[in-house]
């Protein structure tokens, strides 16, 4: 009898805590959900500013969208496929037009990433060790990538003109380089101009990353590595580079993205008309849509482009992890 009385006692102690538990648990599901109610405005904003425009995009895509539905483009005629085949037929006029800006496009982003990592690690390597004037260089470093892209690209555009730009100036005035001044906006130099601004203007970016990329480096393996009688190239080879892999995997991915579907840049140095060098992939798709104003052949090439993005990015991402996961184990 008094075993009962004692458990009866027990109960209705741990009976008050018992009941605390579920009072505590709507203060623990309003603390986990209180991050995701925050990023709920922004998640609103992405949907309509990207998913939404990305929707209408891909059913514009089977329209037959033309200048004549512009005002109720909801009653434009079905075109189903015939825009995608029209894009892919390389035979026919827009397809080969096509064709050749994805490839100028892929030499364009190729050159341009390529140049762009390599300054950007070289002159972060660089800025590692300590010198008199290295805050202030680092912040010059930064002046292309802190500018807005038409004040630097209209800048530009006064730098490549033909008679009095300062590019001829230099090159065949004072360096004597150049048989006569150069059209650097028109003809096969258009090509060389716009990949000359893009890694002028992206390149700071990768030596920020990779700046502080470096920074998590421990300096005792340089070091250690000095000790062992390891030079300058060794290290960078041994240490620097693959305790960068991480960052140069993300670093590449989105200069890739960017370059790919640069529209500010040519679309300022040459407008509506981009010379055939320098004719890029996100140019000739305005051209498509808002020149010739066949919006549903210019949506098509736009959905073609996102998956060629998307398989590109799919496959970068499995190589690069395939191949730093023994590493990382």
Excluded at 32 to 57: D, R, T
Excluded at 80 to 91: A, H, Q
Excluded at 190 to 212: D, E, H, N, R
Excluded at 240 to 264: C, H, M, R
Aim: net charge neutral.
């Amino acid at each position: 009898m008094t075993t009962t009385v004692t458990e009866q006692a027990t109960v209705r102690k741990k009976s008050p805590g018992a009941a605390d538990g579920p009072r505590r648990r709507p203060g623990r599901i309003r603390r986990i959900g209180l991050p995701y109610l925050l990023l709920l405005p922004a998640l609103i904003l992405e949907l309509l500013v990207h998913l939404v425009p990305m929707a209408v995009g891909i059913v514009m895509s089977f329209k037959e969208l033309t200048q004549f539905y512009i005002r109720d483009w909801g009653t434009a005629p079905w075109a189903g496929l015939d825009n995608y085949s029209m894009s892919v037929d390389f035979d026919a006029p827009v397809g080969e037009a096509l064709l050749h800006s994805f490839l100028v496009t892929v030499a364009f982003t190729l050159l341009s990433v390529s140049l762009c990592w390599l300054i950007g690690t070289a002159a972060a390597i660089f800025m590692q060790d300590t010198f008199r004037g290295r805050g202030l260089l680092r912040a010059l470093f930064l002046v292309p990538y802190a500018l807005p892209v038409y004040a630097a690209v209209i800048t530009w555009v006064f730098m490549f003109q033909h008679d009095n730009g300062l590019v001829n100036h230099v090159l065949h005035d004072q360096l004597h380089l150049t048989d006569k001044p150069s059209f650097w906006l028109i003809g096969d130099n258009s090509f060389y101009a716009l990949l000359t601004v893009s890694v002028w203007k992206g390149w700071p970016f990768a030596f920020l990353i990779v700046m502080a990329g470096l920074q998590n480096i421990p300096r005792e393996l340089y070091e250690a590595a000095a000790l062992d009688g390891a030079g300058v190239w060794q290290q960078i080879r041994r240490i620097t580079l693959p305790s960068l892999s991480a960052v140069n995997q993300v670093l590449v991915l989105v200069l890739f993205l960017w370059t790919f579907n640069d529209f500010n840049t040519p679309y300022v140095m040459f407008g509506k008309a981009a010379p055939e060098a320098a004719d890029l992939v996100s140019v000739h798709i305005y051209q498509a849509s808002f020149v010739t104003w066949n919006f549903g052949a210019g949506s098509a090439m736009s959905v073609l482009l996102l998956l060629f993005l998307l398989i590109v990015t799919g496959v970068y991402l499995a190589v690069t992890s395939r191949g730093r996961r023994p590493a990382d184990a």
